[in-house]
């Protein structure tokens, strides 16, 4: 059995889909592109596909990850391209790696966010931000299915910092531009809850619906304090197993005795 892990998008108007129409859609597009699915056993089968730590409604992303099992053998890059065609313009699968280390999930720990506060001036932004960072603790609130639950979303958040550039400021109103690196912790902190925050510490409520873009995932490095990408170990290995005949074709053929 065949493991291909994919990066996909979640792009302008898709954006809005929830995890729930995403998995109906590459359903749809698992079939148009005729992929030889392995399929879970019972009395109701359903293909093998394990979705790793999906962004939140309503929210963008550039790094969303999933896997699949075949039952035939596949190159990654040509199944990569037929379910990309397969799917709607803005779920976009980007790159197709075959599974050669165990564990995408546990290589998922932090995500770097982009938010976007559209009529919030730059340094209102920046005098939040640094009375969220500066503080011990920021309780928020969420609506759960159990009631409202209250959490301390301060330890989650790795970094938090304005960040603007020409090209971030399309038009004279003004927009913020926040960039969050925060752990996957449990319970999860939330773009949204990070948004609470900075209204609780510095009366920060932008005049309309922040812009939220999951820009990466992946493993911190507590080194380098970055996202790592998740792919890369079996990219790697999979360079590794080709870069091994090469060599071996290529070195010196010993001599027997004279």
Not at 50 to 78: F, K, Q, V
Request: aromatic share 4%; proline share 9%.
């Amino acid at each position: 059995m065949q493991r291909i892990r994919l990066r996909y998008t979640k792009r302008g108007r898709l954006r809005f889909t929830s995890h729930r129409d995403f998995q109906r859609a590459f359903e749809r597009a698992l079939r148009r592109a005729e992929v030889p699915m392995a399929y879970s056993a019972g009395f109701t089968p359903h293909p093998k596909v394990s979705y790793a730590n999906a962004a939140p409604t309503g929210t963008g992303s550039e790094a969303e990850y999933l896997e699949i099992a075949l039952t035939e053998p596949r190159d990654p890059e040509t199944l990569r391209v037929l379910l990309d065609e397969s799917l709607p313009a803005g779920l976009d699968v980007i790159e197709a790696v075959e599974a050669r280390i165990s564990g995408l999930a546990d290589r998922l720990t932090a995500s770097v966010w982009e938010l976007r506060l559209d009529g919030v001036d730059a340094d209102a932004a920046e005098h939040a931000v640094a009375a969220f960072t500066k503080a011990d603790t920021v309780e928020v609130q969420r609506m759960t299915k159990n009631g409202v639950r209250t959490f301390d979303a301060r330890p989650a958040v790795v970094s938090l910092e304005t960040h603007s550039s020409p090209a971030d400021r399309p038009s004279d109103h003004p927009c913020a531009i926040l960039r969050l690196v925060v752990r996957h912790v449990t319970p999860a902190v939330r773009p949204d809850d990070v948004l609470s925050g900075l209204r609780a510490v510095a009366d920060l409520a932008p005049p309309v619906p922040a812009a939220v873009t999951r820009l990466a995932q992946g493993l911190f490095d507590e080194e380098t304090g970055t996202v790592t990408d998740p792919l890369a170990p079996d990219r790697e290995a999979a360079e590794a197993l080709t870069a091994a005949p090469a060599a071996a074709a290529t070195a010196p053929t010993p001599e027997g005795p004279a």
